[in-house]
């Protein structure tokens, strides 16, 4: 009998998406538990065998609070009157230390579990995501030392520290917008890890983690508002510390730029994820 003929095989093609693709909020959901698992993996490894455990959340902070106290605390005009330097600038060293320690965390979150994206799916989002989140601690533990700052100055917390949450959740969306883009990034450019830090201590010194907004020169002022970690750290300032009128404007700003980061960052995120096991 004649072979029968067989059918020629189709080849399905499979592309990265273009265009913007939504981000599945029930899909993150039900991958809770592998987040929780993510963020307690990180935390492990992070301080195993370590001398200082979770001491090393507020080495960081307190160690550049005494450079800064030392070196800029004595120079007239570099903080408000009424407030010890010291605490002056520990209160933006806070949301700093987790907003720097997130972004270069989130950069390399991809990369360092290229093992894991090879051989099962799960939203790759989880990654930068669960990095960031497992620094939380450490800013909890930062704001508790910063408490006993506040009492050792005298410093009595006001009615304006319940603006802490809103301030936390902005500082949480500046450090994913941020870091979603550098880790889909750091894929395909491997030297993006070698510029996160370089990047970090630049921007460092355009915030003003160690002088006042007012020392801004009015012609860059509008410039100076395109960094959302600016109203970021003057709402945390005038939430924990009381000093000022609040500072709505810088927080509106901050707001507006991070949400557009944000949602530039996801849509290319989106965009290069399905390439993520190729290209690692």
């Known amino acids: 009998m004649p072979a029968r003929a067989q059918k020629p095989r189709e080849t399905l093609l499979i592309r990265p998406r273009t265009g913007w693709v939504g981000i599945d909020l029930r899909e993150l959901w039900s991958y809770r538990e592998l987040l929780y698992f993510l963020v307690w993996r990180d935390l492990k490894v992070r301080y195993k065998q370590t001398l200082f455990g979770a001491l090393w959340a507020v080495i960081q902070p307190v160690l550049l609070m005494i450079v800064f106290t ?3 605390g004595r120079l007239a005009g570099i903080a408000p009157g009424g407030i010890p330097y010291p605490l002056f600038a520990f209160a933006a060293l806070v949301p700093w230390t987790l907003f720097a320690q997130s972004v270069v965390g989130a950069s390399s979150s991809l990369v360092d579990a290229s093992n894991l994206l090879q051989k099962v799916y799960f939203p790759r989002l989880l990654l930068p995501i669960a990095a960031i989140a497992s620094y939380l601690l450490d ?22 520290v319940v603006w802490l949450l809103p301030l936390t959740a902005l500082l949480l969306e500046v450090a994913i917008a941020v870091g979603v883009w550098l880790a889909a990034i750091n894929v395909r450019y491997r030297d993006v890890r070698y510029a996160v830090p370089f990047l970090v201590q630049i921007w460092l010194f355009a915030s ?73």
């Open 70 to 72: 030392l070196f800029l």
């Open 139 to 160: 800013f909890g533990i930062a704001l508790l030392v910063l408490g006993v700052l506040m009492a050792w100055f005298g410093v009595p917390l006001t009615t304006s």
């Open 208 to 280: 003003p983690v160690a002088y006042a907004e007012s020392l801004v020169p009015p012609a860059w002022q509008p410039i100076y508002r395109l960094n959302p970690m600016a109203g970021v750290i003057d709402g945390f300032r005038w939430a924990l510390l009381g000093e000022g009128p609040p500072p709505l404007g810088a927080i509106a700003a901050s707001l507006v730029f991070a949400s557009v980061i944000l949602v530039a960052g996801l849509a290319y995120f989106r965009r290069v994820e399905r390439t993520f096991a190729d290209v690692i």
